[in-house]
């Protein structure tokens, strides 16, 4: 990442055709608290809908999504990390939630409201956590 | 994959009997339906052992509440000293009417709650039972097993039209900090497991529902709030206009499979 700019608010994310190039929080991700963020219900719960060899020792991946395994051949951080910010940028209509977006949500529950599934640097944590799935 | 393969998997062609009767738990679509080709029971996708649980009366948790109804039914509750027995007799009367339910009367849904409870405030001068608590789920699931068997059937035209119509749009809204329609999961992605749980399409042909999970009969709306609060979305309030429509939409798309409460689910 880009390690001197400003933290980027949820809601003011430039995007170039669903990528985005700097880091939100002008921080390095930390992969070992992406790889937790990616496996915890309660903020990333990405096995609910993705399968991933990495974490063979979890139960239950989900098969909503495609196997993450691989994945940073297919994309670029700019592009993983627009996907993860923002879904619908890069899939339209897509069920996979925009984990950082704060603007045109339906009733959320009141403990929600405003505020993005996830921060800024768990997003870049979580980018760098996707970047180390490379294809064996 | 090794993970999901440990799941009990239920057996997605195995066909519903319960004493003796077969139910249509897989069939072709209704045409208002036009996404789907076929409709399946929520039974389908559920685990082996949960499915078996409701092929007979005697294993099926529900009927603990049934008998729970039955002596409802005889209980003079209220000012007019009556019971339900004190105006209907036979309770055979009202096979037929969980299949058409809910229906459109005069410009408004009206579901087997709000009938309930009119017969009791109005009828009784006895206090309105609440929407999911057991004494109206244990009613509701009673008046619903005259009518098991019976394929679902009910009307959406003329005045039910409108509200049909706003069942749908609610059905494809999203809503919730996860930002997810009720079609993303249940049209969209039903035999998909999502986690540990199977996504069916969400029909409501089984309702009220016992699931394992809270020991309990689950309401139709109560399942709505419990899907809504998974997505992290103010839930609508069960009774609600909204809620109403979404179960008349719902029930339409399910037309042609059985009744099947009280249904087994997880």
């Not at chain 2, 057996?11 to 077969?22: F, Q, R, V, W």
Request: net charge negative; with cysteine.
């Amino acid at each position: 990442g880009v390690a001197t700019a400003e933290p980027t608010p949820a809601g003011k994310v430039q995007f170039e055709e669903g990528a985005v190039k700097a880091s939100l929080t002008g921080q390095a991700g930390d992969v070992a608290n992406g790889r937790k963020v990616f496996k915890n219900r309660k903020l990333g719960n990405c096995l609910a809908c993705h399968a991933n060899s990495d974490m063979k020792d979890e139960l239950f991946h989900g098969e909503v999504g495609p196997t993450l395994d691989g994945v940073s051949d297919r994309w670029t951080e700019a592009e993983l990390r627009g996907i993860v910010t923002n879904s619908k940028k890069t899939f339209e209509g897509s069920i996979m939630p925009s984990f950082y977006v704060v603007d045109g949500i339906g009733r959320p529950l009141k403990k929600f409201a405003g505020k993005s599934i996830l921060s800024g640097q768990q997003v870049e944590d979580v980018v760098a956590y996707l970047m180390t799935l490379k294809e064996q | 994959f090794a993970a999901t393969a440990s799941i009990a998997q239920a057996d997605e062609s195995a066909s519903l009997e319960i004493e003796g009767e077969t139910f249509v738990t897989k069939t072709k679509a209704p045409a208002h339906a036009e996404n789907l080709d076929e409709i399946y029971s929520g039974w389908v996708f559920r685990a082996d052992e949960t499915q078996t649980l409701q092929t007979d009366d005697f294993d099926n948790p529900g009927f603990v509440f049934v008998d729970t109804a039955m002596d409802l039914y005889e209980e003079v509750d209220g000012t007019a000293d009556k019971a339900c027995s004190s105006c209907h007799e036979n309770v055979e009367d009202f096979k037929g009417l969980r299949a058409a339910m809910p229906r459109v009367k005069d410009g408004k849904v009206q579901t087997m709650e709000e009938i309930i409870n009119n017969c009791r405030t109005e009828h009784m001068g006895a206090k309105a039972w609440k929407w999911s608590g057991t004494q109206m789920s244990s009613m509701v699931a009673y008046i619903g097993l005259q009518s098991r068997g019976m394929p679902v059937k009910v009307a959406i035209d003329g005045d039910a039209k409108p509200i049909w119509e706003q069942g749908k749009k609610l059905y494809y809204s999203r809503f919730g900090q996860l930002d997810m329609a009720c079609s993303n999961c249940h049209e969209d992605n039903y035999g998909n497991m999502i986690r540990a749980d199977h996504l069916s399409q969400g029909q409501i042909n089984g309702f009220p529902t016992y699931r394992l999970k809270n020991a309990k009969l689950n309401s139709i709306h109560g399942r709505f709030k419990g899907c809504m609060k998974n997505i992290r979305a103010e839930p609508f309030k069960e009774g609600s206009d909204e809620f109403k429509a979404l179960q008349l939409y719902l029930a339409s798309r399910g037309a042609g499979l059985t009744v099947e409460t009280p249904s087994v689910r997880n």
